[in-house]
């Protein structure tokens, strides 16, 4: 299967540099696999498609502060991006640099002294001589918006690209589509009489990276720390018993809870762990019966996921008319509801 069939050009002004003025009025492209048939609305009338009996899976990870500056002992300058926090002194991060530092060399992130103790597959290990890893980022982190918005942070970014729901501190991008989500909106799903349920996946900087190889089934697939919980499991399955539908709100949920079933031979069981789990055309769905997700960057993962679960065909479809209708993309960009 090859890379170039999930490929695309979208218009430079189609990428969404800054959310729109409310979560909730962002649009909604509603794509119904059976009727295949597409349909335009706005974020807040995706209540209307979730029914008494559905469960609603978010992803509840939290946005690190992950972008640091720095600097050598020469006085060179240096960025930090923290890919992953091991404890409190020590972290593994992408270093840009006009040159690289050097191992055992000490550098300045803020006002914390650290040294460079490793470098292992491109990221570096570092170890903080003094100070908090958790407290450096509270104090003087940037939030890591991703590179295709072309701009610096924001004061209104540290919330914003923020899902209302987040908890657990420990991603370096936002799940993007809980994004459009407002405690309103998750107070209108409970009232409507379907059930909310949480799993945790810390998203990598690797969700922005295309595959590179020609053949899709040569890439590998970067990993990332998962937890569905044992409650979660049992919620679905009592959704499944009754007839309900399982909605997973972002691909990081759906990676969540098929690598749980694929954990469990198509039964969904409790999983702590990491998860390179890489879902493409041909690959069997377990769990998630419709999914919110935003419109993804060519040639990733994420949209050779959304086109496992409807189709190569339909995907390209619904891309097409988000882009002839002016949807926005990518991360603060336009939702897609697929049922």
Wanted: hydrophobic share 40%; charged share 25%.
């Amino acid at each position: 299967m090859k890379t170039e069939l999930f490929d695309y050009e979208l218009p430079e002004h189609l990428i969404a540099r800054y959310p729109a003025k409310e979560r909730d009025q962002s649009r909604l492209l509603v794509l119904d696999r059976q009727k295949q048939a597409l349909t335009n609305h706005i974020f807040s009338e995706i209540v209307d498609y979730i029914q008494a009996g559905d469960l609603v899976v978010f992803n509840n990870s939290r946005v690190m502060a992950a972008r640091l500056f720095g600097q050598k002992e020469t006085g060179a300058k240096l960025e930090f991006l923290i890919e992953k926090v091991v404890n409190d002194k020590l972290f593994i991060s992408h270093v840009r640099a006009n040159k690289a530092p050097k191992l055992d060399s000490v550098v300045e992130i803020a006002d914390v002294k650290a040294r460079v103790i490793e470098k292992n597959d491109g990221l570096y290990h570092i170890e903080l001589i003094d100070g908090n890893v958790w407290q450096l980022m509270a104090e003087h982190g940037h939030m890591p918006l991703p590179p295709y918005m072309k701009r610096q942070d924001e004061t209104f970014d540290i919330e914003r690209y923020q899902t209302v729901y987040s908890e657990l501190l420990g991603s370096v991008a936002a799940p993007t589509a809980g994004l459009h989500f407002t405690k309103e909106i998750l107070q209108k799903i409970k009232d409507k009489g379907a059930d909310i349920a949480y799993v945790t996946l810390h998203v990598g900087s690797g969700t922005f990276k295309p595959v590179q190889t020609n053949d899709i089934h040569e890439h590998i697939m970067h990993s990332e720390l998962i937890d569905v919980p044992q409650n979660v499991c049992d919620q679905i399955c009592k959704t499944k018993s009754q007839g309900g539908r399982v909605i997973a709100v972002g691909t990081t949920s759906v990676r969540s809870l098929e690598t749980a079933a694929a954990n469990g031979n198509g039964e969904i069981k409790a999983f702590y762990g990491e998860s390179d789990i890489f879902l493409y055309p041909g690959k069997t769905f377990h769990v998630v019966d419709a999914m919110v997700t935003n419109f993804h960057l060519p040639k990733s993962t994420l949209i050779m996921l959304v086109s496992a679960f409807s189709s190569i065909d339909m995907i390209k479809k619904a891309y097409r008319h988000a882009i002839d209708d002016n949807y926005r993309f990518y991360s603060y960009g336009d939702a897609m509801f697929i049922h």
